[in-house]
């Protein structure tokens, strides 16, 4: 398994913006589809993001889209998340997750994840 960090996150008002990043151990990091989800408080952990090895194809939550932006570097081996026009109900803990299952396409589900952060922190007040 890859190990990941993510940062970033932090206490904004709503409207602003925010770009989470994650990096991993793993050499091999375009081995790897990726992405990142939410957990707010009481809830379950809610899909925002998926990109595959190169990056040529994104998807999105529909709460998210518009707003957000997934993106990569490989020859950094980080993952970014791009935030803005934040907005209350966006608050939670963000997790980045690896995918040693899907790598051309998107994963999106959290079973298509077998590698997860330990999740950074946003708020965003209103």
């Known amino acids: 398994q890859v190990q990941l960090e993510e940062s970033g996150g932090g206490l904004v008002q709503a409207g602003a913006s925010l770009r989470l990043s994650c990096k991993a151990s793993?050499?091999?990091?375009?081995?790897?589809?990726l992405g990142w989800f939410r957990q707010a408080p009481g809830q379950e952990r809610e899909f925002v993001a998926g990109?595959?090895?190169?990056?040529?194809?994104?998807f999105y939550g529909d709460s998210v889209k518009g707003r957000f932006t997934i993106s990569r570097n490989n020859a950094k081996a980080t993952i970014y998340l791009q935030m803005n026009n934040l907005k209350s109900e966006d608050t939670g803990v963000y997790y980045c997750?690896?995918?040693?299952?899907?790598?051309?396409?998107?994963?999106?589900?959290?079973?298509?994840?077998?590698?997860w952060g330990q999740g950074t922190q946003v708020t965003v007040s209103s």
């Open positions: 997750a690896a995918s040693s299952k899907f790598r051309y396409t998107t994963p999106r589900a959290l079973r298509d994840f077998n590698s």
């Open positions: 793993e050499r091999t990091f375009d081995n790897y589809g």
């Open positions: 990109i595959n090895w190169d990056g040529g194809n994104t």
